[in-house]
């Protein structure tokens, strides 16, 4: 009993060998987490439209359900940079910035999606994101990053610049450029390169100081809030916003508010697809980051666990003041890199937020909002990489047209129309890719008892007789070519009297598949040539035995590709070395 419930709650799992070196461990990284993560919860919510508290309500109630249900030892949850864009272009479609139902779609949101991914999280159904290719997704975000950044250059400015779309924003940019305010821009600027230097330069520095590396690599990840400090300082002591400024204002003070989304059946209707999308790029860009930071210690990831582990997240931020959340990769890095061992951590972490809102917001009234823009600024240029497009365009161009497509459409038309795009073209780049599988006409190796291609080995053939290897499980999308490559072959040589088909790549034959099959028994029969099977896999073949194709095949289903050739051949003899 403990050990099924365990499945859907892993802290029971992981709990039960927690001790005072794994907290000490956890406690470490949550502080380090939690002085990256007030000035990156305070940002992302303004990109995403928001008061900066909800930044920071979005990153308590969801980091502490995700550590009770999530699988992840190191996944850091919480408001990311593409996640707040795409709830800043749904929700601005359906109400307006800065009013309370802005607010309450943010909320509703986040339930959307949080419900779509439980439901698929106990439906077993996290294949599903699979359809999201990676290169696609990683065009998609290297072009939210540009956009995000640029978005964000208007706080740099001082500036009301707007724009749905790379042209439209840069166009409002440069229209506004005479508005610029000097002050702004010279907190911006410098505040901008400051976090690039932190980034590369200051953690080498102290070192050089005299420091131990990891209390150095805490010093620079605190580079952010050290930036918060000195520019609030500043702006407040000289009294900055009264020379045009704009500051963060009244953050209110106290626990996360219980709140209820708005469950509405036009606003349901209107925010259900961009939650959806939303789900299904948060998805995609955790578990990634989730495995990879588990293959390194050998630990496994539910993917299955992990939608209803992010979805009980995204539900927890909608009834507690927050916005659409998931595993961020920088701050899930970070925290493996500071020694997290467990979900506490980011339990530890919440409670840090929670001390934050509660005593530390009234700190952050002179906060420049351009301070908040350059963390964000900062931040998605690190997801900008080019590389894929390279890497794409030597290695398959239709991968490269994916990509290439997926980035215009984000950058031209915006985030939500780059995310549809991209799942659609995901989903047509695997019909291409199956739509015409590869199938080698194979010959005999000399002295073996191996079959390859003709064109990659020199092979001993028979006129008489045609062995294909289909490389791709059959189904409606790929059935037809095969009985098309099959009978063009034919015509070109008459001297054929057998054809085997090998499917020793083969995992699935669905139903028009079947029909194809039963197709090219009847034309070969017709024309006086046999059709043969060779090497069906067992689950193939129980299938195929719950149908009359076998009773109504002309020919004989192979154990084996060479029992086939010995069966067949006018060359069959014994071979001169059997196969290793």
């Known amino acids: ?47 995403a439209g928001l008061p900066p508290e909800a930044g920071i309500y979005a990153s308590i109630a969801p980091i502490v359900l995700y550590a009770i249900f999530g699988t992840s030892r190191a996944l850091a949850v919480g408001p990311v940079a593409v996640v707040s864009l795409l709830t800043a272009s749904a ?80 166009g409002s940019l440069i229209a506004h450029l005479p508005q610029t305010n ?36 805490m010093l620079a990840k605190a580079g952010p809030v050290a930036a918060v400090a000195v520019t609030t300082l500043v702006t407040g002591a000289l009294g900055l916003d009264a020379l045009g400024v704009k500051i963060v204002g009244e953050v209110p003070q106290g626990l996360p508010p219980l709140t209820m989304p708005g469950l509405a059946p036009e606003l349901v209707g209107q925010l259900l697809v961009p939650a959806i999308l939303i789900s299904i790029i948060g998805f995609v860009e955790s578990i990634s980051v989730a ?25 927890g931020a909608a009834f507690t003041g927050g916005y659409p959340v998931t595993g961020g990769f920088a701050r899930s890095v970070v925290n493996f890199d500071a020694g997290a061992e467990t979900p506490a951590a980011g339990a ?40 894929i497009l390279k890497k794409t365009w030597g290695y398959r161009r239709a991968d490269f047209a994916a990509v290439a497509a997926t980035i215009l459409v984000t ?19 695997h019909l291409y890719n199956t ?92 024309m006086g040539v046999r059709l043969h099977l060779s090497e069906v896999k067992g689950p193939v073949m129980d299938r195929l035995k719950r149908s009359h194709f076998l009773d109504e095949l002309s020919g004989k289903v192979f154990l084996s590709q060479w029992a086939a050739w010995q069966a067949l051949s006018r060359h069959a003899r014994p071979p001169l070395r059997a196969a290793g």
Request: without cysteine.
């Open 91 to 170: 929700v601005g479609q359906v109400a307006e910035q800065g009013t309370a139902g802005y607010a309450v779609a943010a909320l509703t949101l986040a339930f959307l999606s949080g419900a779509f991914l439980v439901t698929l999280g106990l439906l077993r159904l996290g294949w599903l994101a699979n359809f999201l290719s990676h290169p696609v997704i990683a065009g998609f975000i290297t072009a939210s990053g540009i956009l995000i950044a640029t978005s964000q250059m208007k706080h740099i400015l001082g500036v009301e610049a707007q724009g749905h779309n790379l042209l439209e924003m840069a």
């Open 348 to 387: 530890f972490t919440a409670m840090g937020l929670l001390l934050a809102s509660l005593f530390l917001t009234p700190l952050i009234f002179y906060l420049p909002k351009a301070t908040l823009a350059a963390t964000i600024i900062v931040a998605v240029l690190s997801l900008v990489d080019f590389s």
């Open 435 to 526: 739509a015409r599988p590869h199938v080698a006409e194979v010959g005999l190796v000399p002295g073996t008892q191996h079959f390859r291609n003709i064109r990659r080995h020199d092979v001993i053939t028979d006129p008489e007789l045609l062995t294909l290897r289909v490389d791709e499980s059959l189904y409606f999308v790929n059935a037809r070519f095969l009985e098309e490559m099959v009978l063009e072959r034919l015509a070109e040589s008459p001297r054929i009297r057998n054809v085997v088909l090998m499917m020793s790549a083969v995992n699935d034959i669905d139903y028009s598949a079947l029909e194809a099959l039963e197709e090219i028994n009847r034309r070969l029969a017709e």
């Open 291 to 315: 495995e990879t930071l588990a293959a390194k210690k050998r630990q496994r990831i539910d993917p299955d666990q992990e939608l209803i582990g992010l979805g009980a997240a995204n539900l």
């Open 182 to 217: 000097p002050v702004t821009f010279v907190i911006g600027a410098s505040a901008v390169a400051f976090l690039f230097w932190v980034r590369k330069g200051l953690k080498p520095l102290l070192i050089r100081a005299g420091l131990k590396p990891r209390l150095a690599d």
């Open 1 to 47: 009993m403990l050990r099924r419930l365990s499945r859907y709650l892993p802290i029971l799992e992981w709990g039960r060998h927690y001790n005072r070196d794994t907290f000490s461990n956890d406690m470490v990284a949550a502080i380090i987490v939690t002085i990256m993560l007030i000035p990156q919860s305070l940002a992302y919510a303004l990109l």
């Open 411 to 429: 950058l031209g038309a915006g985030v939500e129309a780059g995310v549809a795009s991209g799942v659609i073209l995901s989903i047509l780049l």
